[in-house]
């Protein structure tokens, strides 16, 4: 069985990289590709996740179902040769070793240090997510060593669970689930929209006497919340897509209203919410595109989309600094490929 090494230090990961030009991996080996010390813990998931993508094959599964917690840290000075000689092919399968390095690996031939949102670019789809599984169990690992019940330590109990050295409570990892939504509109004969204005009122927004949702002036209500009608619907097709930019973001993109959900709230409920909240428009016919991780730290994004009922966007200054609607051909910066965000935004540029 294979191990696959996932070495992160403060945002970086470990790869291994074949030759100045060469492609990036996680590295694979029997011992860890760098020395570890004893205090360095070692945690190891047995049956690596199939992660189905378009490119690669699936992981194979074959491991048991409920491997052993392993925390063994090997003290060897030097890396065996065999760490360093192995590379996995597209489609790893084996073991998963998590380990969280004291500091950055530098000056060391075959490997380097890569921000884990910038290793998208380089690795796999199932390696990728492997990296980001890996960066969660260091998060929750290192936000969760004492009891919140009574304060004291935690002690590993599984692989990916812990329980207080007093009161016993259990804890599992935990996920901070967001939706993003992207709603998009549909143009109306002689009604057009100019971008870049879209946040001040009556300029840019259709007018709510055209609402563009099925059932409200312009389409005819008997194409009314079909799933999947969205990209053709009486007719007409949805020219506009709702983008914003918030303050948090990183670069100079527009992406899609998103948000996390609140306790007591449906998925639906919150992308609802969410709209309203940031741009003062209200939606419809709610839909369920895809789900993915999203491992900074540790959320769970859940997509859907939406069509666009009436109001004019009112933005909401203290999330976001911009928003308008956005035509395919006056498109702002977007974000990368990594995002689902960027999926939600490509299947719409798809419908045309």
């Not at 813990?41 to 491997?67: G, I, K, M, N």
């Not at 949702?213 to 009486?234: A, C, H, I, N, T």
């Not at 998103?258 to 992308?271: K, N, P, Q, S, W």
Request: aromatic share 8%; charged share 20%.
């Amino acid at each position: 069985m294979n191990k696959v090494w996932a070495c992160l230090c403060a945002g970086d990961i470990l790869l291994r990289r074949e030759g100045a030009d060469g492609a990036f991996s996680l590295p694979v080996g029997e011992e860890p590709p760098v020395p570890l010390r004893p205090w360095n813990r070692v945690t190891t998931l047995a049956t690596l996740p199939a992660v189905p993508s378009p490119a690669t094959p699936a992981f194979s599964a074959t491991a048991p179902a409920t491997p052993a917690f392993s925390a063994t840290a090997p003290a060897s000075a030097t890396a065996p040769a065999s760490a360093t000689a192995a590379v996995p092919d597209s489609s790893p399968s084996g073991s998963l070793q998590v380990v969280r390095l004291d500091r950055p690996v530098t000056g060391v031939e075959g490997f380097e240090m890569m921000n884990l949102r910038a290793s998208f670019d380089v690795l796999s789809a199932e390696e990728y997510a492997l990296a980001g599984k890996a960066a969660e169990l260091i998060y929750w690992d290192q936000n969760s060593k004492f009891c919140g019940c009574c304060g004291a330590p935690m002690k590993f109990e599984t692989e990916i669970s812990k329980r207080c050295t007093n009161c016993g409570k259990e804890l599992w990892p935990q996920l901070a689930t967001a939706v993003i939504v992207r709603v998009t509109r549909y143009s109306v004969p002689g009604k057009s929209s100019v971008p870049g204005q879209g946040s001040v009122p009556g300029q840019g927004s259709v007018p709510s006497s055209k609402s563009c949702v099925p059932g409200q002036g312009s389409v005819p209500s008997s194409k009314s919340s079909e799933p999947g009608r969205d990209s053709v619907l009486g007719g007409l097709s949805p020219e506009e897509v709702l983008l914003v930019r918030a303050h948090n973001f990183r670069g100079p993109h527009y992406g899609l209203v998103a948000g996390f959900v609140e306790t007591g709230e449906t998925l639906e409920e919150a992308v609802r919410r969410e709209v309203r909240e940031e741009t003062g428009i209200e939606i419809a016919n709610i839909r369920y595109f895809g789900s993915q991780p999203w491992p900074y730290p540790c959320g769970l994004m859940v997509g859907f989309t939406a069509d666009y009922v009436s109001g004019d966007i009112r933005l909401q200054r203290s999330e976001l600094s911009a928003g308008d609607w956005f035509t395919r051909d006056q498109l702002p910066p977007i974000p990368g490929k990594a995002s689902i965000a960027r999926r939600l935004i490509d299947d719409w540029l798809e419908q045309r």
